[in-house]
């Protein structure tokens, strides 16, 4: 099958036919991957990867459990004096 690069913007696409999209069982807003590999383009389906929490997040950061890295970095909120209220401010 042959087709055209087409301007898309400040970038340039090519239309998907539908039976290669239904072949792969691809559609709207699937995230895929392009590889350029010699003289050939490669556009393959993603593999979906799950969400990771934010406690996921900080333990593979730090290598460490949740609770161990709040005990290490405990985070204590400073109150900052911003001096007396100067103008019209209603407290």
Partial sequence: MTTTIVKWGNSRG?????????TLDLNENDTVEILAENDAIIIRKSVKHPHKTLKQRVEEFYGKDFET???EHPQVPEEIDWGPPVGDEIW
């Fill in 14 to 22: 090519v239309r998907l036919p539908k039976p290669f999209l239904e």
């Fill in 69 to 71: 890295v709040l005990i």
